[in-house]
């Protein structure tokens, strides 16, 4: 019934968002289109990092291969859109089983150093690539219509969502969890460890790619300083943690949050915006550890004690 | 002949990679926390170092002393009031907050140093050491010597003193280090202070071979991480090595295939040591 309710809740937020187009103006629909590939981002890096417990700090590296497989087929072999997605898709989809074989391996912090370290590497690649216009970037041809661009954006965020939830409920999620707990045991349990975190990672990069195709067609221009930017990565995990790791929806809440924090701040104080989120992130570590949804949960059983037994427990 | 002062060049400026993560290696190995703020706290010694050249013309040699004595005290209190809250939670949390706070201390050199470039420029900047045909600029020489010479203070600290011996201990088992009666909390803060004085001194120096910029921090964090898994957490002298490692790569990489290979060369040694050996042990200062 609970259950229902919630699924219930969820559908009417979505019908309401994706009349967005038809109420807002056009500041709050370019605010729109950001957040919901942010929080599809969060939602993909969800999948690998919160469920099965391995910080990746390489997504952004899915993220800007989708978005060089647009770019590459629509500004230099003229193909449609649609064509361009599959390319990007393709391309993420072949670098995560590559990458995740060796790479996969490492556990912990060397995990998340060794995807890092392959991502600045490969904004390095691309911009030595000729057919990726090398460090001056690619001019896509221009799209006039955000409606577009925010209904396609809100169908990848409920698509996205949709599989977490499905992840989160079957065998295969399970199999994810009990990884993040504890990979070994889960082994011995039977769960095909290599298998599962492959998957998980080719899964997370196939919604990331997606939204980094999406976002080269609407903003028109791609480079490698952008395509590849490790800062995007750090905020997509910054929205999954702060919204909860390893929940549906945690992520899609802490991506709407925060880019709402971050937009208004950069509206009122613009030059310290930027330091008042690093604030925002500090204090949150401190006292929700385990993000928003954990958050309700606590004050729902303990009130305002909730944010002291986190300090106690996490402290020397 | 070429070749060999690119290799001299390489070596210089890896020494001072190595004094850059010697901090780093050092807090990670100890306190397993990653301080992804470490790249900012460098960048505050050089913001430091700077200042008492240019307001109170301190030599930037000299300078490093109260630069590196204001950034334990820093990093003490940080540590003590700060990270300590987070210790015991998940490795994912320690890098948030470091990272927050490597965006806070960022924003808040913008706000009162400005974004301009700013390089520490002694008088004998521009003078030189010529042997067999190798020119050594004197200012790296003298930043390598200091790499090495700081690296050889935390050798020492660690190995012959009383507080080295607590805190390898901590290092081996927290809750053995406790019941012998190491107060864990003054001891985290202690390492930390010593990981953040390191980084004001590797700042100071930074500052005299290249520009200081408020957003530098974050490419230091990364290649710190780089040389501290290359070349181990368990001797000082060993992240010096790691240093002059990735300096001689990437000077060897800039000569042969374009200076934006770089960053691809340092990450692709650090992705085959990791994949090659995975299973090294790191954690034991």
């Known amino acids: 019934m609970k259950r229902l309710l919630t699924w219930a809740v969820v559908a009417a937020c979505t019908v309401l968002l994706a009349a967005v187009p038809w109420l807002g103006d056009e500041v709050t629909l370019q605010f729109g289109i950001n957040a919901l590939l942010f929080a599809v981002l969060a939602q993909g890096w969800n999948i690998i990092g919160g469920y099965t417990g391995y910080a990746s700090f390489g997504n952004s590296v899915f993220y800007g291969l989708g978005t060089y497989g647009v770019a590459i087929a629509m500004a230099q072999f003229n193909l449609p859109f649609g064509v361009g997605i599959v390319i990007g898709v393709m391309l993420a989809v072949v670098f995560a089983v590559a990458l995740g074989l060796p790479i996969l391996r490492l556990r912990g912090p060397y995990f998340a150093i060794a995807s890092l370290g392959l991502s600045a590497a490969m904004g390095a690649v691309f911009s030595n690539l000729d057919i990726a216009g090398a460090n001056i970037g690619l001019i896509l041809p221009l799209a006039r219509n955000d409606t577009m661009f925010y209904e396609l954006s809100l169908a990848l965020l409920a698509v996205a969502t949709l599989s977490v939830a499905w992840i989160a409920a079957s065998r295969f999620g399970r199999g994810l969890i009990a990884i993040r707990e504890d990979e070994d045991a889960a082994g011995v349990m039977g769960v095909n460890t290599t298998l599962y975190k492959i998957l998980a990672l080719v899964i997370s990069a196939f919604f990331t790619a997606i939204a980094g195709g999406i976002h080269a067609y609407w903003i028109t221009f791609v480079d490698p300083a952008g395509a590849f930017d490790s800062t995007l990565n750090v905020r997509m995990i910054i929205m999954a943690v702060f919204g909860g790791p390893g929940t549906v929806f945690g992520p899609v809440i802490g991506a709407f949050l925060l880019s709402a924090v971050y937009e208004m701040l950069a509206n009122s104080i613009s030059t310290a915006a930027a330091l008042v989120f690093g604030l925002v992130i500090v204090v949150a570590v401190l006292f929700m550890p385990k993000g928003l949804m954990d958050l309700g949960w606590g004050f729902r059983r303990m009130g305002l004690r909730y944010l002291l037994h986190n300090l106690r427990r996490s402290r020397l | ?285």
Do not use: C
Request: hydrophobic content about 60%.
């Open chain 2, 1 to 285: 002949m070429l070749l060999v002062q690119i290799i001299a060049n390489g070596v210089l400026l890896g020494g001072l990679y190595g004094l850059m993560a010697l901090g780093l290696a050092l807090v990670w190995g100890v306190l397993n926390i990653v301080n992804l703020a470490h790249g900012a706290f460098i960048m505050l010694g050089g913001y430091a170092v700077f200042w008492l050249f240019d307001l109170a013309g301190v030599d930037p040699f000299l300078g490093l002393v109260p630069a590196m004595l204001g950034m334990f005290v820093f990093g003490y209190l940080v540590q003590r009031y700060l990270l300590n809250l987070v210790v015991r939670s998940a490795l994912l949390n320690t890098l948030l907050i470091t990272f927050g706070l490597d965006v806070v201390l960022t924003y808040m050199a913008q706000l009162l140093f400005s974004a301009d470039f700013r390089t520490i420029n002694p008088s004998y900047a521009g003078s030189s050491l010529a042997i067999l045909g190798i020119t050594l600029p004197l200012a790296r020489l003298a930043a390598f010597g200091m790499a090495l010479f700081l690296a050889g203070l935390v050798w020492l600290l660690l190995n012959a003193t009383q507080l080295g011996r607590m805190i390898r201990a901590t290092a081996q088992n927290l809750v053995a280090a406790r019941l012998y009666g190491v107060d864990p909390r003054h001891l985290y803060a202690l390492t930390f202070g010593i990981g953040a004085a390191l980084a004001g001194a590797a700042g100071g120096l930074y500052g005299m071979v290249a520009q200081v910029t408020p957003y530098v921090g974050a490419s230091l964090t990364a290649k710190s991480f780089v040389i501290a898994i290359i070349g181990g957490l368990e001797n000082p002298f060993g992240v010096v090595l790691g240093g002059v490692v990735i300096g001689i790569a990437e000077s060897l990489a800039a000569l042969t295939i374009g200076s934006t290979f770089t960053d691809m060369i340092s990450f692709g040694l650090l992705v085959l040591v990791l994949v090659l050996r995975p299973a090294r042990k790191l954690r034991a200062a």
